[in-house]
């Protein structure tokens, strides 16, 4: 590579470095995921998001006008082959408070779930439940995970297509016991953006072999379908994704979120002129005298 490949190449990388820390920037003010004296526990999983979620976080947290710390959590799910030492070692070389949290969630996964069948359901529950409560044991006020939006769009459609639900995955959400909070900073940031930035970085990278990687997953479908749909029109991804920040409830059907059932007729105040309004009645077969004044009844 010569040098003018060098220097394009790290023009480049600026590039992508401002955007992501840009858009890691404008989720947390946009959603308050981040407030004074903040203890965010960031948890790494060895994947390419959660470590490019930490390294943004802590180059955020030195340029921050408030003050936070971050604390690195990896919970180790005891899976078979799984490198220990990469995660302790790599968080030694950042010089920050991390924890590796020893929970065997995968004899669990693998005696429950027969096999063929999607383990990422209770392998998540399982491990939201040992997070929440870690969390409260060291003080953590946030609980930072490494979805981006790619991930959010792509749960609204497997919730849709395979659950009959609209639901997504929020930006910041409280949990059900009101005792912990969960941001996702990476919320505005595109997964091709990550992937990149994981490869200029070098990040550690540690394969996950219960979901990501199984053979005929609902997600890799649909994941399948929209960078499709991206390739034939750029920037489709996003638009869904603004529309899921654009709801108007009274245009669905969600008898939950709007009241369609008290919805009564008021034409005591002047209207405006609606547009086009004035048409000629060029056949009828009913009596205009016949007409009721609704207003008076």
């Known amino acids: 590579m010569n040098q003018n490949d060098n220097r394009k190449e790290t023009l480049e990388f600026n590039k992508l470095q401002k955007r992501l820390r840009r858009n890691v920037g404008n989720a947390i003010i946009d959603y308050n995921m981040i ?48 490198p220990e030492h990469i995660l302790p070692e790599y968080f030694e070389t950042l010089n920050i408070p991390y924890y590796i949290v020893d929970k065997d969630t995968y004899s669990v996964v693998k005696e429950k779930v027969p096999e063929g069948k ?80 994981a490869e200029h970085k070098e990040f550690p990278i540690i394969p996950c072999n219960l979901c990501g990687s199984q053979e005929n997953l609902q997600r890799q479908n649909i994941k399948a379908m929209l960078i499709d749909w991206d390739k034939k029109t750029p920037g489709r991804v996003e638009k869904i994704f603004k529309s899921i920040q654009n709801v108007s409830p009274s245009q669905l059907a969600d008898r939950e979120l709007f009241d369609f ?37």
């Open 118 to 197: 999607t383990t990422c359901g209770l392998c998540s529950r399982l491990r939201r439940g040992t997070l929440y409560s870690f969390a409260e044991k060291i003080g953590a006020t946030k609980i930072a995970l490494g979805h981006h939006l790619d991930d959010i769009v792509e749960t609204m459609f497997l919730n849709m297509f395979h659950g009959a639900r609209l639901k997504a995955m929020p930006p910041k959400l409280r949990s059900d016991d009101g005792r912990n909070v969960v941001i996702r900073p990476l919320t505005y940031c595109r997964e091709t953006d990550l992937i990149k930035y």
């Open 35 to 82: 407030e004074e004296n903040d203890v965010v526990m960031a948890c790494i999983s060895g994947g390419k998001d959660s470590f490019a979620m930490l390294d943004i976080l802590l180059r955020l947290r030195e340029a921050a006008p408030i003050k936070f710390d971050v604390v690195a959590v990896n919970l180790d799910q005891k899976q078979p082959g799984f």
């Open 261 to 297: 059932v008290n919805l009564p007729l008021d034409r005591s105040e002047d209207r405006k002129a609606y547009e086009f309004e004035e048409a000629e009645i060029s056949s009828s077969n009913i009596d205009e005298s016949m007409f009721i004044d609704v207003t008076n009844v």
